[in-house]
Nanobody
């Protein structure tokens, strides 16, 4: 059974930082690209960042490029997302998913965790 457990979210002021983690099990983590998505209240799912299976090629949405850093530890089956210089628009529920971005609805992602909430507010 695929399991994805996100953690590390919280309430932070604009300009602050957070580190999100995604602990995985139930599949061979090292052969899958992985992706972070987010959903703000009342909005569709937005692609945030992806990383290739080997971890050598990250990619970012324009909204987060230069502020977020994705990484993975294939020995520990864990995905990370470092969030710096946070903005109020970054507020939302963050999820890690297997593979690449697959749609703007949470129902497009059969295997996902419960997410971790990031709230950026002064």
């Amino acid at each position: 059974e695929v399991q994805l457990v996100e953690s590390g979210g919280g309430l932070v002021q604009p300009g602050g930082s957070l580190t999100l983690s995604c602990a995985t099990s139930g599949f061979i983590f090292a052969v899958y690209p992985m992706t972070w998505i987010r959903q703000a209240p009342g909005k569709g799912v937005e692609w945030v960042s992806s990383i290739t299976a080997g971890g050598d090629t990250p990619s970012y949405s324009d909204a987060v490029k230069g502020r977020f850093t994705i990484s993975r530890d294939n020995r520990k089956n864990t995905l990370h997302l470092q969030l710096n210089n946070l903005k109020t628009d970054d507020t939302g529920m963050y999820y890690c998913v297997q593979g690449w971005f697959g749609g703007s609805s949470l129902s497009d992602y059969a295997d996902r965790g419960q997410g971790t909430q990031v709230t950026v507010s002064s």
